[in-house]
């Protein structure tokens, strides 16, 4: 008797359409408002996936409801792109969703994993980088460095205790708040070390911090965020964040200048 036909590895009778897609090249749709990037990307990937649409991060449901779609690749530093992944698996309930450009800062990556995202590539990744982890995500699987691990590891554990420390609607340090208003003029932190002569590495914590304390997740977004100088508001309230006498201090410097 012949043997059964085999069609990439599945026996023909067994093999559902999705699994003859994914092995052949999985079928990705790229978010991204950046058409260049858009274009670039399906340029560079098309030999290695079926990219079988792209968008922006405003019309992408409606495209992406008719299409049979293995990953969603989504670039990381369009508005509310964390608030994609939830969006997107209203149609895809199981939808593995990988990002790219993502930052290097550890709060970047948890925030991603916690978005429900399936895998990441950071800013200075690689097309390979990003192949590899398509694949990854298709298998369920995380690619991603020993210390990354050992931080969502951390993370899980902290949350399982209850011992969540948010930083949020905490108060800007003095140091915090003259760093703030640099990054809200688009300085650079080479450029803010040298005007408060710090260290690099110093002006990186604390950039770290406040991001964290305004609940933001790129430097971009600080400038938004500012009332008036030294002054800043977590959400779309009224509160203001002051450190422990900035009130008394704005107030005699108020005094001074009248």
Known sequence: MPERETTLGFEASYATPAEVRRLAAPQVYIVSDVRLYRDGLTSVLQSHLDVIGTGGSGDFLEEIAGLHLDVLLLDVTVRNSLQIPGRARQIFPTLPVVAFAVGELERDVLACAEAGISGYV??????????????????GELMCSPRVAAL???????????????????????RE?????????????????????????TVKNHVHNILQKLNIHRRGEVARLQLHENRWRVDADTELLYGPNDAAEDYMSHRTSV
């Not at 200075?124 to 298998?139: F, N, P």
Request: proline letters at 5%; zero cysteines; glycine letters at 4%.
């Open 177 to 201: 708040r003259e760093i703030a208003t640099l990054i809200a003029r688009n300085l650079p932190n080479k450029e803010i070390a040298r005007h408060l002569r710090l260290g690099p590495t």
């Open 152 to 174: 969502l590891f951390n993370r899980m554990a902290t949350l399982s205790n209850g011992s969540v420390t948010d930083l949020a609607h905490a108060p800007l340090t003095r």
């Open 122 to 139: 950071m800013h200075d990744g690689t097309a390979e980088d990003l192949v590899a982890a398509i694949h990854y995500a298709l298998r």
